[in-house]
């Protein structure tokens, strides 16, 4: 009985992991005060992403730091979204959210600027698939709140067919480009 789960869970990591990529944060030494004195331990968070658009962040406290990050890549396979970007390489536009007293601005970049980010939000952006990018952090420089400020503006970032489907349009119409030789003649 349990042979078969044992193979069912092997190919489930190794198709998982030959797709994604994995890039540790920050990990924390953390403490908590017991009768007897206080107990170390390490908080961990990891971006997960596939390079083409889907990302996923997790935090992990445990008492190794392995399996501290373990727990947190684990959460951040779960938690997955996908994110519409503009010809593979930046966002569709520019967006400004926050979590907490983290705040950011991501802003889409012409072609071979590069990621202009710091700390936790370029390897957001690298495990993104992001190559064009001007990203600042206007709160918090928690790298959590930083990281999970990225994800809300990332959940409501929409690309131009997806306005024009909720719109009833065509992306044409959106995008404010109308044949205009057409309509004069």
Do not use: C
């Not at 420089?141 to 990281?147: A, L, R, T």
């Amino acid at each position: 009985m349990a042979e078969p789960k044992k193979r069912e869970h092997k190919g489930r990591d190794r198709e998982e992991g030959s797709e994604l990529q994995e890039r540790l944060v920050a990990v924390n030494r953390v403490s908590k005060t017991v009768k007897g004195g206080r107990r170390m331990g390490f908080a961990a968070i990891v971006v997960v992403g596939d390079g083409r658009g889907r990302i996923g962040a997790g935090s992990g406290k445990a008492r190794e730091v392995p399996e501290a990050i373990k727990k947190a890549t684990d959460q951040a396979k779960r938690h997955m979204v996908r994110v519409p970007l503009r010809d593979a390489r930046t966002l569709h536009h520019d967006i400004e959210a926050r979590f907490g007293a983290g705040r950011v601005r991501l802003r889409a970049a012409p072609a071979g600027t590069g990621i202009i980010a710091g700390g936790p939000l370029r390897a957001v952006f690298e495990v993104l698939g992001v190559h064009d990018v001007v990203a600042k952090n206007l709160g918090s420089p928690n790298p959590y709140n930083m990281v999970k400020a990225a994800l809300a503006a990332f959940k409501i970032m929409e690309s131009p067919r997806m306005v024009a489907g909720r719109r009833g349009r065509r992306v044409n119409e959106v995008l404010g480009r109308k044949n205009d030789a057409k309509e004069t003649a």
